[in-house]
Nanobody, 120 residues
């Protein structure tokens, strides 16, 4: 199973980025998808998750109203639209596939990460 994430970059505060993650090697629609992030010196933390069908979506409190997770099961792809970015959103963002929502341990495959840097 492979996950390929892309879409990271450098933006100014208030800007937007859209992350994408393509999954291969497993039936994409059978698994929940999640986005996590890890800043230097900090633990990996939950950002957002989406159920298999896309009907249920979950967000960390610090991104509610700013980030939107979505998925396209026909394209085996999950997205994270990030608006109103803040410097504290700077981190490496990881996509993951599995059975969990917020729990890191319930995701069994992870992407390589994509860097998001937000400047003032």
């Amino acid at each position: 199973v492979q996950l390929q994430a892309c879409g990271g970059g450098s933006v100014q505060a208030g800007g937007s980025l859209r992350l994408s993650c393509v999954v291969s090697g497993r039936l994409f629609s059978n698994y929940a998808m999640g986005w996590f992030r890890q800043a230097p010196g900090k633990e990996r933390e939950f950002v957002a998750a989406i159920s298999r069908s896309g009907a249920a979506k979950y967000y960390a409190d610090f991104v509610k109203g700013r980030f939107t997770i979505s998925r396209d099961n026909a394209r085996d792809t999950v997205y994270l639209q990030m608006n109103s970015l803040k410097p504290e959103d700077t981190a490496v963002y990881y996509c993951a596939t599995g059975k969990g929502v917020r729990e890191v341990d319930l995701y069994d495959f992870w992407g390589q990460g994509t860097q998001v840097t937000v400047s003032t």
